[in-house]
């Protein structure tokens, strides 16, 4: 089935796809019109992308690995552009959290973090970055946190890692710009996934508590940010931190 959308003939790499924000980002992408690259350690996990992406008519090439491996992303990346012939987008979503205070949390818990929120992305945009030049439209988006925007107890690793994002996505947007690669942050709120499904009930009703707009977020609300991040409507848009998080970040209610 020939592509329509306004992603036609694209190729979109997304890591963390197999399930949650990921696997969202990825099924709006491929109904937007693009093929997509669909990256988790778990292959077993990716087929169910694979298929939804197949259902829409789009080739899905689903890689099992971890980003945190450098050399493993540098082969798979390189092996798989060249099978989809070439490579638009790059989502990088995987991640993970390790929570604990500052004052028992190991060297271990650090630095899982650290290696697959911040330097997983280092690798995924290194590997990348080659292939995105050669795009006319080459976009890169790096899925952060509110968290890295605003701290939280108990997060001091994941919102190190996710605050890096920042510094390092306007690096690339300005290193990039001159081969029409742009390169923005998403900050998700809170998000129902695997990652807060295990969140005590109180902590959950509080963090509601935060949200102006009264509702946890879902996959998809992430996702249609990212589809127009990648559309060429976004074109001049590079740089950018933008929270989708219904209010949370700017805190309470207004009335
Ligand atoms: P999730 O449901 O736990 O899914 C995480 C995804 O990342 C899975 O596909 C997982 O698959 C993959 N992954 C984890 N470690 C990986 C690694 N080392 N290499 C490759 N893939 C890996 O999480 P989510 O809630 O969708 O979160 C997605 C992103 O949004 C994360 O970066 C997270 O920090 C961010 N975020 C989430 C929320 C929220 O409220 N949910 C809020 C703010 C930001 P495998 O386990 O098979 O590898």
Same mark, same amino acid.
């Given at each position: 089935?020939?592509?329509?959308?306004?992603?036609?003939?694209?190729?979109?790499?997304?890591?963390?796809?197999?399930?949650?924000?990921?696997?969202?980002?990825?099924?709006?992408?491929?109904?937007?019109?693009?093929?997509?690259?669909?990256? *988790?350690?778990? /292959?077993?996990?990716?087929? #169910?992308? $694979?298929?939804?992406? !197949?259902?829409? &008519? @789009?080739?899905?090439?689903? %890689?099992?690995?971890?980003? *945190?491996?450098? /050399?493993?992303?540098?082969? #798979?990346? $390189?092996?798989?552009? !060249?099978?989809? &012939? @070439?490579?638009?987008?790059? %989502?990088?979503?995987?991640?993970?959290?390790?929570?604990?205070?500052?004052?028992?949390?190991?060297?271990?818990?650090?630095?899982?973090?650290?290696?697959?929120?911040?330097?997983?992305?280092?690798?995924?945009?290194?590997?990348?970055?080659?292939?995105?030049?050669?795009?006319?439209?080459?976009?890169?988006?790096?899925?952060?946190?509110?968290?890295?925007?605003?701290?939280?107890?108990?997060?001091?690793?994941?919102?190190?890692?996710?605050?890096?994002?920042?510094?390092?996505?306007?690096?690339?947007?300005?290193?990039?710009?001159?081969?029409?690669?742009?390169?923005?942050?998403?900050?998700?709120?809170?998000?129902?996934?695997?990652?807060?499904?295990?969140?005590?009930?109180?902590?959950?009703?509080?963090?509601?508590?935060?949200?102006?707009?009264?509702?946890?977020?879902?996959?998809?609300?992430?996702?249609?940010?990212?589809?127009?991040?990648?559309?060429?409507?976004?074109?001049?848009?590079?740089?950018?931190?933008?929270?989708?998080?219904?209010?949370?970040?700017?805190?309470?209610?207004?009335?």
């Amino acid at each position: 089935m020939s592509a329509t959308g306004t992603l036609a003939g694209r190729v979109a790499l997304v890591t963390g796809a197999s399930r949650g924000i990921g696997r969202a980002i990825a099924a709006r992408l491929a109904a937007d019109g693009a093929d997509v690259i669909a990256i *988790a350690r778990s /292959a077993d996990a990716l087929a #169910a992308t $694979k298929a939804d992406i !197949e259902a829409r &008519g @789009r080739r899905c090439f689903a %890689v099992a690995l971890d980003v *945190a491996d450098g /050399a493993a992303v540098t082969e #798979a990346v $390189k092996r798989v552009v !060249e099978e989809a &012939g @070439r490579l638009d987008i790059v %989502v990088n979503n995987a991640g993970v959290t390790r929570d604990g205070l500052l004052m028992r949390m190991s060297d271990d818990d650090w630095n899982s973090v650290l290696d697959i929120d911040l330097k997983g992305v280092f690798h995924v945009c290194r590997a990348a970055s080659r292939a995105l030049a050669k795009s006319p439209a080459g976009r890169i988006v790096n899925i952060s946190s509110i968290v890295g925007m605003i701290g939280n107890a108990g997060q001091s690793n994941y919102a190190a890692a996710k605050a890096g994002l920042f510094g390092f996505t306007r690096s690339l947007a300005k290193e990039l710009a001159g081969r029409r690669v742009t390169a923005n942050v998403i900050c998700p709120g809170f998000i129902e996934t695997d990652m807060t499904s295990g969140l005590p009930e109180a902590m959950k009703q509080q963090s509601l508590g935060q949200i102006p707009l009264r509702r946890f977020g879902a996959g998809e609300d992430i996702a249609g940010v990212v589809a127009f991040l990648c559309s060429d409507a976004a074109g001049y848009l590079t740089g950018t931190v933008i929270p989708v998080d219904g209010g949370l970040a700017i805190g309470g209610f207004g009335g």
